[in-house]
């Protein structure tokens, strides 16, 4: 019963956060700025997942039945468009430039890729990775509409992880424009 209370109590307030548009002291931001390397605004581009090629399950020799065996977590290709904080280094491709975030995934409500909707725009609060030495050997899938998946070799980049997992990221939408400028007051 205790279980049960305290799961509709945790719930309750993390869909009151959402429905309010993620509104909290500017201490709050703040303190997530201050653990950032970097503040930036950008648009979601691309979702791949990340996964060790020896274990996926199209390999012949792979005894890996789990997608826990394989599946490292996930890459987001962020159009970059505004830095707010910190230094970013970027990839640039064409005219455009881009990050490339990471998240280990897992399940529940911090998952920060359940947050990440493709073609929209959010504030991110980034944490810049040290050690890329994790990404050598992985490939990446990207799953497009079609029921087609195109595999490659994740080439080592920039990676950036989210500060307090999915606190860390703000969508920007019209509704939440009082919350941005807020945050970026905070920032300045």
């Known amino acids: 019963m205790v279980r049960i209370l305290i799961s509709v109590v945790f719930l309750s307030t993390f869909l009151i956060i ?3 548009g993620q509104t909290f002291s500017k201490e709050y931001w703040k303190e997530i700025a201050e ?3 970097a503040v930036i605004i950008g648009t979601v581009e691309k979702r791949l997942q990340l996964i060790r090629p020896e274990c996926y399950k199209s390999n012949p020799d792979s005894n890996c039945i789990n997608p826990k ?8 290709q962020v159009k970059f468009t505004k830095r707010l904080k910190g230094k970013i280094i970027s990839v640039k491709e064409g005219d455009e430039k881009y990050l490339y975030i990471f998240d ?4 529940g409500l911090h998952n920060v890729g359940m947050r990440l909707i493709k073609g929209k ?16 050997g992985l ?4 799953y497009k509409p079609n029921s087609q998946s195109i595999r490659a070799p994740f080439e080592a980049k920039p990676i950036y992880t989210v500060v307090y997992e999915t ?3 703000v969508q920007i939408k019209p509704d939440n424009n009082k919350l941005i400028k807020e945050i970026k007051e ?3």
Do not use: C, H, M, P
Request: glycine share 10%; no cysteine; charged share 30%.
């Open 167 to 169: 606190r860390g990221i």
């Open 69 to 76: 065996e394989y599946i490292v977590g996930e890459i987001f």
């Open 35 to 37: 653990d950032s390397d």
């Open 186 to 188: 905070v920032i300045d």
């Open 104 to 107: 280990a995934g897992g399940y």
């Open 139 to 142: 490939e990446t899938i990207e």
């Open 121 to 136: 725009e959010f504030l991110f609060f980034l944490k810049q990775n040290t050690d890329n030495s994790k990404f050598v």
């Open 18 to 20: 959402e429905i309010s």
